[in-house]
């Protein structure tokens, strides 16, 4: 395909994608498209295929049928090097490396790329005050970090070399409600600002619909809807889709 009719197309594809593991149908026959510059929230019950999705998309896993396609071409082993480079990952709990500071964790695509320490330290700095993190916290290990601050370095990780997009798994679940709250104000920001193509997997129906217009609601491997929280809300495609809007537990009155 040529560069220009490669670039019209979304950035990611999947199409009739199938994936088993053992007995497992991880995904079933999916087809889904993201725009560029877009936020999608894939969402779904554990199991249903959210994380898959990610993985298939980033080359860690592959297909048994069907085709991943990145950029108008079909995915294949030897692009996803490049592509890794490309595309920022963050999953839950960050995946930092305990033996290295949050700097050196932060420095291993750009020495890998052959930055110069001082661009590091500058773009370390620029994504520090990005995510309101603090400079000291650079020189410390993942154990010596809040869980918040580690899911913030882990961000800043996958913005080191400025990727075209990023895919998030979860980066939140594991945090406290105070911190978490707070992270979903600071990432919708981020979000916004840098206006990069964002597919995130969470199980959380609210902060899905805080991030995204876009909600991809799965099910065994499957697409059940695909459309704005109000589409869910006002015209759920069936009873599934009406149980997991309405399965949120409401406060007691006397405690509102």
Request: proline share 6%; aromatic share 6%; net charge neutral.
């Amino acid at each position: 395909m040529p560069d220009s009719e490669a670039a019209s197309c979304p950035p990611f594809v999947l199409r009739q994608v199938r994936k088993r593991y053992g007995e497992l149908i991880a995904l079933d026959d999916l087809s889904l498209e993201f725009a560029v510059g877009t936020t999608t929230a894939l969402i779904g019950s554990s199991g249903s295929g959210k994380s898959t999705v990610l993985r298939l998309l980033l080359g860690l896993e592959w297909p048994d049928q069907g085709q991943v396609l990145v950029d108008g071409r079909v995915l294949q082993p030897a692009h996803t090097l490049p592509l890794r480079r490309r595309v920022g990952y963050v999953i839950q709990e960050g995946g930092l490396f305990p033996h290295l500071t949050a700097l050196g964790n932060l420095a291993l695509l750009p020495q890998y790329l052959g930055w110069h320490v001082e661009r590091i330290r500058d773009r370390a700095h620029e994504l520090a005050a990005l995510t309101h993190l603090p400079h000291a916290v650079l020189a410390r290990y993942p154990t010596e970090l809040s869980g918040g601050q580690r899911q913030r370095v882990a961000l800043m990780r996958a913005l080191m070399a400025d990727p075209d997009a990023l895919l998030l798994d979860e980066p939140l679940g594991a945090l406290d409600p105070v911190v978490r709250h707070e992270l979903q104000d600071d990432l919708k920001r981020i979000f916004e600002r840098l206006g990069k193509t964002v597919i995130l997997v969470t199980h959380d129906l609210a902060e899905a619909a805080w991030f995204a217009e876009r909600l991809v609601l799965m099910r065994r491997g499957s697409l059940v809807q695909d459309g704005r929280i109000e589409d869910l809300h006002d015209r759920p495609a069936d009873d599934f889709v009406r149980r997991f809007v309405q399965a949120r537990r409401q406060l007691p009155q006397d405690m509102r």
